[in-house]
């Protein structure tokens, strides 16, 4: 709920009160929201599902390889489908390029967090995160039969790869909207071109919540 809350202020209906007193400062407890608690609540499930069984490592490398590659599906499909949007628009003339270029209400808000977010990125996320998930566990196929206590089928690592993307990408926007709100490009200086150290992790900050609860299932 922390999270949802942190994303309203990019709600249409709520931008139009971003130099109200009242609404700064909901902005400055929104922050200091994430940063105690989403940043420590994150890292604290990340060390259960670490410390969970003697199957930690595999835990955390599935977390791991779903989230990340989640995050790289969705740059190179966003990238690669708004470049070939983009020289079709060029080929068509100036009425229909305005018409497509009309946003709809999820693309507006993905925009007013972070510029740079399409909707090709996100469905490319949704796509790569059950595929992920799929391909994961295969690699420990031959040197291990006890796959089937937490992998039962395709379906349920398909459903986990989607309910991690899904998670990966709203810790990804809410850590976007601080630094958005907070008028910063960067979360820290510590990794230069990689946003810093936050952007690296806080897509995995969210998805550690839910992959924790998964196993519990």
């Not at 971003?18 to 929104?30: D, P």
């Not at 989607?162 to 907070?182: P, Q, T």
Request: proline letters at 3%; glycine letters at 8%; hydrophobic letters at 40%.
């Amino acid at each position: 709920s922390g999270i949802l809350l942190r994303l309203l202020p990019h709600l249409p209906m709520c931008q139009q009160k971003v130099k109200s007193v009242e609404y700064n400062l909901y902005l400055t407890i929104q922050h200091y929201q994430f940063g105690l608690l989403y940043l420590s609540i994150g890292f604290h499930f990340l060390l259960q599902i670490a410390v969970s069984d003697d199957r930690g490592a595999y835990h955390i490398g599935n977390l791991l390889f779903v989230v990340w590659m989640s995050d790289t599906g969705a740059l190179i499909f966003g990238r690669v489908m708004k470049s070939i949007t983009t020289r079709r628009q060029q080929q068509q003339n100036q009425a229909e390029s305005k018409h497509n270029n009309q946003k709809g209400f999820v693309l507006e808000c993905l925009q007013s967090i972070s510029p740079g977010k399409t909707m090709y990125g996100l469905f490319g996320a949704i796509i790569t995160g059950p595929i992920s998930a799929i391909l994961y566990p295969m690699a420990f196929a031959s040197s291990s039969n006890e796959l089937s206590e937490v992998d039962n089928t395709l379906a349920q690592r398909a459903m986990l790869g989607f309910i991690l993307a899904i998670a990966g990408i709203i810790g990804d926007l809410a850590e976007s909207s601080v630094k958005r709100l907070s008028t910063k490009k960067d979360s820290g200086k510590l990794l230069p071109g990689h946003g810093g150290v936050v952007d690296r992790f806080d897509s995995l900050l969210s998805s550690a919540v839910v992959y924790y609860y998964w196993m519990s299932l």
